[in-house]
Each structure stands twice: as C-alpha cells, then as structure tokens.
C-alpha cells in the first residue's frame, strides 16, 4: 500500500497553526462546514495545525488537531470528504452505524445527514475534498444509467484493496502534481485527466466497497459491532482469542468475522490487534522513559515479541515505539 508520511503532505504549503479551540473551530469551519469540535480531556486546548490547497473541484487537507476530540457536523450537502488516518486511529457514528478508521480505513462522511466522529490524538489526517456536482459528472460518464447508484458511496473506504490502492495513488499522483511551481504544472488537460481519474477510481473503489457489504441483518450485527468494541476496551489486553470473544459475544466465529468485515472492513484479529496498539501507544505517550520500558508496555498489551511488536507499531502509526516514549 502507498505510504503516506505526514510531513510529506502539501510540503511547501504554509501551517495554519492555532491551540486555540475556538479559533480552530472557526478555521475549520470556513473551510468545510458548521460543527461542533469538542476536546474530550476537560481543559485541555488543541495543538491544530492544517495545511490545505484546492484545484477546481477538489482539492486536498492535511488536518492535525493534536489532541483527541469530538466533531459533529451538520451534513456536508455539496461535496464529499475521504479522510485518511495517517497514522493513529478515529471513529465516526452516522445513526447505528459506526467506521473505525486508520491508515488502512478511510472515512467517507454523508452529505446528507448528521454525523459524529473522535479523532484520538496523534491521528493527522489527510483529507480528499471533491464537489458532489463534478462527481455526479464522472459518475455519469463511468456508469451511465446506474450513477446514481453510484453516487450513494458508503461511509468507508478499505485502502487495502485493490480498489482503495489505486485511489490512493491516484490521490497522491494528483497532490504531487498540484504542489509543483506554476512554471512546471502539468498542462490543463493532464491536470483535468489527473482528477477525472482520482473521483474514477474514488467512485470504483465505493462501488466495491458496497459489493461486499450485506444488507441482511444489519441492525443486528450494528449491535454485534458495538458490543464487540466494548468488549475489546475493556479485555484486549488480556489473553484473548478470537474464539473466546467470539463466546463471550454469543455467536460463531465465522458470524462475527462476516460481521466485521462488512461494517469495519477488517478481521477480529486485526482489530484486537489495533486495539492493543492503541493501548500500547497510550501508555507509552504517558510513560515517564525513565521508569517504564518498551518492553514492559508492550507486554502489558499482550505483545510477547518486541521486534514483532515494534514493526507493527511503525506501520500503525508511523513511528518506533521509542519515539513515542520519548515524546
């Protein structure tokens, strides 16, 4: 999968920079929508920082607030978002249903209804923007009749699949290009090309998406998920096996795998997994180095193998753990 480095996206471009809640409030909001941004620590400030440049129709955002908040929006009504974690981990509710999201799981939030979502500290994000009338267009143009199917996206993208793969590199194809001197852009048709292709695979990758998902008994695997989350904030640090939760929850292991491949697009290994290196990134972000070690946290969070451990942290989250201890 195209890695994406957080330092990397619209380099050159200024920082808006604000630890200011209201400020960043209002920032973000002439940029996108009306909302609510709420930090979920009481007293504690954001450290925003947010980079952004449009083309036309779409354009691209990188988005740090640095420090774990809630945002809910009103609805977007006149383009979409794709927002890909680069590293870390947020979530977003829309009614029952609810997408954990990281670098391998993008977000694609409504145009038109409520939605909520927490971005946990650490999760720089980057942001694809796209006006809902410019992708009506190419959807017309890829699916003739059926664009308006089409046009009904889901609110998840997996990036690691083929589909999301070739969105992704269409997305970075696009951003090198807008990032480069005026003197050497590419010409008007290869920068109409470059985003005619990117909301072309956007709308492939959605459509496949949606093909795997299942409508039957969906409350009820809402249900299972929610349940299936708690259980794992409150034991994935424990001995723990997917079978075992699979008992606990009161449903075979091929239900819940099913379950959760539809709804987060991941298996219940990979997601106990992240949820222990989340936990791991806690403590170690609050970890004094001089009195814990790596390998003290990395086994309290059910890691035996420190190598193992610490090349499935970086992938997560884009850095070693003694990084983020000496923070």
């Known amino acids: 999968m195209v890695r994406i480095l957080p330092r990397d996206v619209l380099r050159g471009r200024p920082t808006v920079a604000t630890t200011d809640v209201d400020d960043a409030h209002e920032k973000i909001a002439s940029l996108f929508c009306s909302h ?3 930090p979920q620590t009481r007293g504690t400030s954001v450290d925003m920082k947010l980079r952004s440049l449009h083309r036309g129709d779409v354009g691209i955002e990188y988005l740090d607030y640095g420090a774990e908040v809630r945002i809910d929006p009103q609805g ?5 978002l794709i927002q890909i ?3 870390g981990h947020a979530r977003m509710e829309v009614g029952s249903s609810t997408v954990d999201s990281n670098p391998r799981m993008a977000t694609v939030p409504p145009v038109d209804r409520p939605f909520s979502m927490v971005w946990d500290r ?3 994000h980057l942001i694809v923007y796209v006006r809902r009338l410019a992708l009506a267009t190419v959807a017309e143009q890829v699916y003739g009749e059926a664009a308006g199917k089409a046009m009904d996206l889901g609110y998840s993208m997996n990036l690691a699949t083929e589909p999301g793969r ?3 590199r269409s997305v970075v194809e696009l951003h090198d290009d807008m990032i480069r001197p005026a003197q050497v852009t590419a010409p008007a048709f290869v920068q109409r090309l470059l985003v005619d292709t990117m909301m ?3 709308l492939m990758a959605m459509d496949e998406a949606a093909g795997t998902a ?3 008994n969906q409350e009820s695997e809402s249900r299972l998920i929610r349940a299936f989350r708690e259980l794992l904030e409150r034991h994935a640090t424990e001995e723990l096996s997917v079978p075992d939760i699979a008992e606990c929850l009161g449903v075979s292991v091929r239900t819940l795998q099913t379950a ?3 709804e987060c697009g991941a298996s219940p290994s990979e997601l106990l997994r992240r949820a222990r290196l989340d936990r791991a990134r806690e403590l170690l972000l609050a970890a004094d180095p001089r009195e814990q070690t790596i390998i003290s946290i990395a086994e309290r969070c059910g890691f035996s193998h420190q190598g193992r451990f610490s090349a499935l942290y970086l992938d997560a989250f884009g850095e070693l753990p003694s990084e983020s201890l000496r923070r």
């Open 36 to 38: 609510d941004l709420v």
């Open 76 to 80: 977007l009504e006149s383009f979409h």
């Open 85 to 87: 974690p680069l590293t």
């Open 122 to 124: 650490g999760t720089p």
């Open 166 to 168: 070739a969105f992704l």
């Open 200 to 202: 072309s695979r956007l």
């Open 214 to 216: 299942t409508d039957r």
């Open 260 to 262: 959760l491949r539809a």
